[in-house]
């Protein structure tokens, strides 16, 4: 493989950093990148928020579940979706503003997410790790007004940055198989490779931690299809004003 590939097979979440800033310029460079990244109808739909404040970063990380990594990292940055942008331009050119419909929320949700890999990506190649903080949506309207986000914009997770000070090894994924059909959705093979998989994950945790965990991937998606997420989002996502006509 190539070294782009050899990167993308090495990725981990890192979740213990050093304390080792990044060099100046490093950042900058590495959010151009992530302005490469696709963007449909060339939106440009997203906003990134870097957090410095250790105050605030403390009450990020709290809001987050308490995950410590948000205060430690290097950098921390929220990746929101933004239509507020769009909407002034709307406003300039005296038309009238439709940000508020799903698809308009589904290309800045995108547009969110295509940015922030390719900052993954170009991070790791500089040698730093990375970590998604998706909890910051178990507390969104607390995030929100801690960084003044106006209408049209909702924080669809954070990213820790830094230089990694532990290797954990890389997480076995589903096997090509399972996700990649050919012209048509079948899934009549998968059941035996997905238990196979499920033993391999098993292994992966039982290791990873001592021996205390050993729940498998079908046993931890079900788990989470099975229980209620965030069911605060819909509303909040309504009062930022993401009504989904």
């Not at 769009?86 to 995108?110: M, Q, R």
């Not at 922030?116 to 903080?133: P, T």
């Not at 830094?162 to 059941?191: C, F, H, M, N, W």
């Not at 991937?217 to 509303?235: C, F, I, N, T, Y």
Request: hydrophobic share 40%; proline share 5%.
């Amino acid at each position: 493989m190539n070294e782009t590939l050899n990167l993308l097979h090495a990725h981990r979440s890192i979740r213990k950093f050093t304390a080792q800033r990044l060099p100046d310029g490093l950042l900058e460079r590495i959010l151009s990148a992530g302005q490469c990244a696709a963007t449909s109808s060339f939106l440009q739909g997203a906003t990134i928020i870097r957090v410095s404040d250790p105050a605030n970063r403390k009450k990020l990380a709290a809001y987050a579940g308490n995950q410590p990594y948000v205060e430690s990292a290097a950098e921390f940055l929220v990746f929101c979706a933004d239509v507020h942008r769009a909407g002034n331009c709307c406003e300039l050119y005296g038309k009238p503003f439709s940000g508020d419909y799903t698809e308009h929320f589904i290309i800045a949700t995108v547009d969110a997410a295509l940015m922030a890999q390719n900052v993954v990506v170009a991070a790791e190649s500089e040698g730093l790790g990375i970590c998604y903080i998706g909890g910051l949506r178990n507390n969104p309207r607390e995030v929100a007004d801690l960084l003044a986000l106006p209408k049209g914009v909702y924080p669809v997770f954070g990213l820790c940055l830094g230089y990694p000070d532990q290797d954990p090894e890389v997480k076995p994924r589903l096997p090509l198989s399972v996700i990649l059909k050919q012209e048509t959705y079948d899934d009549s093979q998968d059941a035996a490779t997905i238990t196979a998989y499920d033993a391999d994950i098993r292994e992966y945790y039982r290791t990873r931690t001592g021996g205390g965990h050993g729940i498998s991937w079908s046993e931890q998606v079900a788990g989470l299809l099975s229980d209620k997420a965030r069911p605060h989002m819909r509303a909040f996502l309504a009062e930022q004003g993401f009504t989904f006509k």
